[in-house]
């Protein structure tokens, strides 16, 4: 599966950006997708993850609240609302898929995105 990120830009902080990540291929509905993050300097993280039926998403502690992960099967899109931005939100966002259910460790994902800048300034 190929993977396209978007939606990405320069926010100010409290404010808010739904990135995109659109999927090729007719198996995006058997995927399980997560959202990471890279700041400069710093190792990918993840930021929150959805199930193939989107019954289940899981969040990492600071954006809980404030993020949602969501996806529409139908249109092969997964979306990360990201509300009440802060200047630590700012990194390259990627989308990733994996076969399999939940993981937040970034390796075991096999397909990426090509990630999508996020700048929040304060």
């Given at each position: ?32 997708m ?48 990201m ?13 990733a ?26």
């Amino acid at each position: 599966v190929q993977l396209q990120a978007s939606g990405g830009g320069l926010v100010q902080a409290g404010g808010s950006l739904r990135l995109s990540c659109t999927a090729s291929g007719r198996t995006f509905s058997s995927y399980y997708m997560g959202w990471f993050r890279q700041a400069p300097g710093k190792e990918r993280a993840f930021v929150g993850s959805i199930s193939w039926s989107g019954s289940s998403t899981y969040y990492v502690d600071s954006v809980r609240g404030r993020f949602t992960v969501s996806r529409d099967n139908a249109k092969n899109t997964v979306y990360l609302q990201m509300n009440s931005l802060k200047p630590e939100d700012t990194a390259n966002y990627y989308c990733a898929a994996r076969s399999g259910g939940y993981s937040a460790d970034y390796r075991v994902y096999a397909y990426w995105g090509q990630g999508t800048l996020v700048t929040v300034s304060s």
